[in-house]
């Protein structure tokens, strides 16, 4: 008798990869619009448009973009951009550990693919789904507001000098505006009162005595220790079992009673 052939497992499906893309639509707006004041920097640095492009392609990092052109100046040493980009970053370290019911029982290079096109915006609206069992829906996300930043980027390099202060016309405040939004989709309830003030009040300290950004991480981290402190059993249910392709199900939760393998036709 030979054995049964399961279904291959699609890690990344045409459709949830859609529907990931026309949730983030909403951010097209302030995507754009702060790819373009990165654009507008590049050009004031001296970065060509190809040199831009494959930075936005390779890093996908609109903070870490920010700070690593506004230091590109000759005087700067190398080692001095990269440690500061490294340290805006960091809080990549929390959101992947966020994204862990994403990515529970799925291979290696699956979660190299979606970690590389995370954000911080698709991040925030892929953490608002009920269901967050298909990396699928965290990718298109990723890759349409790839598409977007670039986009900007462009334009924004296109312009050049003709906004020679971004500020003067609050552009740089269009990725704060994005976030305050998007806060209100990630509120789940009392359950998050304590880890989202402690977040606050970490974030406050860090702002007036810590350098640069620190304060996102010290904030960051607050919030996830009282997150962790505050935890309990029943509160783990971020990725329905329902909704886990039925092979990585079986791995991560064992095999739901009453099935069997057949051949087919039996």
């Not at 529907?19 to 909403?26: K, N, Q, T, V, Y």
């Not at 799925?106 to 953490?127: F, Q």
């Not at 005595?209 to 981290?221: M, N, V």
């Given at each position: 008798?030979?054995?049964?052939?399961?279904?291959?497992?699609?890690?990344?499906?045409?459709?949830?990869?859609?529907?990931?893309?026309?949730?983030?639509?909403?951010?097209?707006?302030?995507?754009?619009?702060?790819?373009?004041?990165?654009?507008?920097?590049?050009?004031?640095?001296?970065?060509?448009l190809g040199e831009?492009?494959?930075?936005?392609?390779?890093?996908?990092?609109?903070?870490?973009?920010?700070?690593?052109?506004?230091?590109?100046?000759?005087?700067?040493?190398?080692?001095?951009?990269?440690?500061?980009?490294?340290?805006?970053?960091?809080?990549?370290?929390?959101?992947?550990?966020?994204?862990?019911?994403?990515?529970?029982?799925?291979?290696?290079?699956?979660?190299?693919?979606?970690?590389?096109?995370?954000?911080?915006?698709?991040?925030?609206?892929?953490?608002?789904?009920?269901?967050?069992?298909?990396?699928?829906?965290?990718?298109?996300?990723?890759?349409?507001?790839?598409?977007?930043?670039?986009?900007?980027?462009?334009?924004?390099?296109?312009?050049?000098?003709?906004?020679?202060?971004?500020?003067?016309?609050?552009?740089?405040?269009?990725?704060?505006?994005?976030?305050?939004?998007?806060?209100?989709?990630?509120?789940?309830?009392?359950?998050?009162?304590?880890?989202?003030?402690?977040a606050a009040i970490?974030?406050?300290?860090?702002?007036?005595?810590?350098?640069?950004?620190?304060?996102?991480?010290?904030?960051?981290?607050?919030?996830?220790?009282?997150?962790?402190?505050?935890?309990?059993?029943?509160?783990?249910?971020?990725?329905?079992?329902?909704?886990?392709?039925?092979?990585?199900?079986?791995?991560?939760?064992?095999?739901?009673?009453?099935?069997?393998?057949?051949?087919?036709g039996k």
């Open positions: 008798m030979s054995r049964p052939q399961s279904a291959p497992i699609r890690h990344f499906d045409a459709d949830t990869i859609r529907r990931g893309a026309i949730a983030c639509l909403p951010l097209l707006p302030s995507t754009m619009i702060f790819g373009a004041v990165l654009g507008v920097l590049a050009t004031q640095r001296g970065l060509s831009l492009l494959f930075m936005s392609l390779t890093v996908f990092a609109g903070s870490a973009q920010f700070v690593s052109v506004d230091l590109w100046r000759e005087t700067i040493p190398s080692v001095t951009i990269i440690v500061a980009t490294a340290v805006i970053n960091l809080r990549y370290v929390l959101i992947g550990a966020s994204l862990r019911p994403v990515f529970r029982g799925r291979p290696l290079w699956v979660k190299i693919c979606g970690m590389h096109m995370v954000a911080d915006e698709n991040w925030a609206v892929t953490m608002t789904q009920e269901n967050l069992a298909n990396p699928g829906f965290l990718l298109g996300g990723g890759i349409f507001l790839g598409i977007v930043w670039a986009t900007g980027n462009t334009i924004g390099y296109l312009l050049g000098g003709g906004i020679p202060d971004p500020n003067v016309y609050a552009l740089d405040f269009a990725f704060t505006a994005v976030f305050a939004a998007l806060t209100v989709g990630m509120w789940k309830g009392r359950v998050d009162l304590l880890p989202w003030l402690a970490g974030s406050l300290i860090g702002h007036y005595t810590l350098p640069g950004t620190w304060s996102i991480l010290a904030g960051a981290g607050a919030g996830v220790v009282v997150a962790a402190l505050t935890w309990r059993e029943d509160m783990d249910d971020t990725a329905p079992k329902s909704e886990i392709a039925p092979e990585i199900a079986a791995d991560t939760y064992g095999a739901p009673e009453g099935t069997y393998s057949t051949e087919a």
